[in-house]
């Protein structure tokens, strides 16, 4: 079956920073573009950050200059270090892929299950 696996919520304090992290697993042929969004209460899921396929990266304005988005070196772990977090930042985040299962498919977008990221002091 696949999925996509998150890990590095958790509690912070202001200031603080955490490292969020995403796997694809299962029998997929091959992995495309990876991302981060994130909800928080109320509000609309909003793009974090996201990594292309031909190694180029994109900010929402939010965390331009905090957050870095980087993949490992087989291409289906994301990462996102999340520095400097600001109470704005609590959210719940997900990791997302754009991955085809066979070569004779095309890509199709999966979402992790969520992590809740929650800045206060």
């Known amino acids: 079956q696949v999925q996509l696996v998150e890990s590095g919520g958790g509690l912070v304090q202001p200031g603080g920073s955490l490292r969020l992290a995403c796997t694809a697993s299962?029998?997929?042929?091959?992995?495309?573009?990876m991302g981060w969004y994130r909800q928080a209460p109320g509000k609309e899921r909003e793009l974090v950050a996201t990594h292309s396929v031909d190694g180029s990266t994109h900010y929402s304005d939010s965390v331009k200059g905090r957050f870095t988005i980087s993949r490992d070196s087989a291409w289906n772990t994301v990462y996102l270090q999340m520095n400097s977090l600001k109470p704005e930042d609590t959210a719940v985040y997900y990791c997302h892929a754009n991955l085809r299962l066979t070569e004779f498919e095309s890509n199709t977008n999966y979402w992790g299950q969520g992590t809740q990221v929650t800045v206060s002091s």
């Open positions: 299962g029998s997929i042929f091959g992995v495309g573009d």
